[in-house]
């Protein structure tokens, strides 16, 4: 059992890994946990953590339980996946677990794609895989090829989820800029192309979504999409978007943890307990309850402090006068 504490009683209280909260505060939060409840029969996130304001940047999760070294904070399964443009493994299309040539797999019969499951296979259909099939459609085809040739899965991952959720709530509850602006100047240009560079960038995401809308509209539905959701979406992604495994995945609550050079959380992947792209957020110290859980978004990565500010101000748009507040 793990012990967690009622934020409005503040009363302690024992459960199986209670729902975390995050998405539970208003009701198209609520909708959102609730339909991937319906449609997988699990939550997309179990544990001890609720998303409020940060002093830090815009929202962060505090924990709504005291932990120690190695506790479980939270584990969450990605809303989205998708293998890496570059990718030289055969692997699920869907969770991306690696297949093997002893595998038993499904595969789409119009784009050949594969599936380590059944259950992969339904899930992917159901949600977005109708709307993007390359083997049905030149256009989702034409919209595929020109995310490869950019060597660009955000845009492949944007489009799922696109496909199969209401985006503007998540885009609604989190920071997030239009792509172009989470992007560092290269080195090998000067600071007066920083707009040539921008625009540049700008016209690529607009070919991208012209490219992609007339697979996501349909006469049925009454969704409607347009270019700023997109390019927020691609922009939300390239800065929360984890690696894992060959590829990309989105996780909501993960991506709510701000960052600190001190970190009191670290993110492990594991298989073992739910399969799939399951990452669990674990303890790296003591926290209080009510203490925002924070993680180093750069890891062992063994990069300098120059290059941890550069990047830190240009993808995330966080000063290292702000990180005083937790340092």
Same mark, same amino acid.
Not at 77 to 101: F, K, M
Not at 307 to 317: A, D, F, H, I
């Given at each position: 059992?793990?012990?967690? &504490? ?7 209280? %024992? %459960? ?9 505060? @208003? ?26 304001? *940060?002093? !830090?940047? @815009? ?12 506790? +479980? ?11 890496? =443009?570059? /990718?030289? !493994?055969? =692997? ?12 038993? #797999?499904?595969? =789409? ?5 594969? #599936? ?5 296979? /339904? ?24 995310? &490869? ?7 492949? +991952? ?45 016209? &690529?995401?607009?070919? *991208?979504?012209?490219?992609? !809308? ?5 006469? *049925? /539905?009454?969704?409607? #999409?347009?270019? %700023? ?42 298989? /073992?307990?739910?399969? @799939?792209? &399951?990452?669990?957020?674990?303890? *790296? ?11 180093? #978004? ?15 101000? @240009? ?11 937790? %340092?």
């Amino acid at each position: 059992h793990i012990t967690t &504490h009622d934020d409005e009683t503040n009363n302690v209280m %024992d %459960d199986d890994l209670c729902f975390a909260s995050a998405w539970l505060d @208003g009701p198209e939060n609520q909708a959102w946990n609730e339909d991937w409840i319906k449609d997988n029969g699990r939550p997309l996130a179990v544990g001890g953590a609720r998303l409020k304001k *940060s002093r !830090l940047s @815009g929202n962060g999760l505090f924990a709504t339980r005291d932990c120690t070294n190695g506790d +479980l904070c939270f584990a969450e399964r990605p809303a989205g996946c998708v293998p890496g =443009c570059e /990718s030289t !493994l055969l =692997c699920c299309d869907h969770c991306i677990a690696n297949l093997t040539t002893a595998t038993k #797999y499904r595969k =789409c019969a119009y784009c050949g794609v594969a #599936y380590c499951s059944q259950t992969c296979y /339904s899930d992917a259909h159901r949600l977005y895989h109708k709307k993007l099939c390359s083997g049905r459609s030149k256009t989702v085809k034409a919209f595929i090829e020109h995310a &490869h040739e950019a060597s660009n899965e955000f845009f492949l +991952l944007a489009a799922r989820l696109l496909a199969a959720y209401p985006i503007r709530p998540l885009l609604n509850t989190f920071k997030n800029a239009c792509y172009w602006s989470t992007l560092c100047l290269p080195e090998y240009l000067e600071p007066e192309d920083d707009s040539i560079f921008r625009a540049a960038v700008k016209n &690529h995401i607009q070919t *991208s979504f012209n490219l992609l !809308l007339p697979c996501l509209e349909d006469k *049925s /539905s009454l969704r409607t #999409y347009d270019f %700023d959701e997109y390019s927020r979406l691609c922009g939300m992604l390239r800065q929360n978007a984890a690696s894992f495994r060959d590829g990309i995945a989105f996780y909501p609550f993960h991506s709510a943890i701000n960052h600190s050079d001190h970190p009191n959380v670290r993110v492990v992947y594991d298989d /073992s307990r739910w399969p @799939g792209a &399951h990452i669990i957020v674990l303890a *790296s110290t003591h926290i209080e309850f009510g203490a925002e859980l924070l993680v180093d #978004y750069f890891g062992h990565d063994g990069i300098s402090q120059l290059e941890r500010t550069v990047s830190l101000q @240009g993808q995330y748009g966080i000063s290292p006068s702000s990180l005083l507040l937790f %340092d």
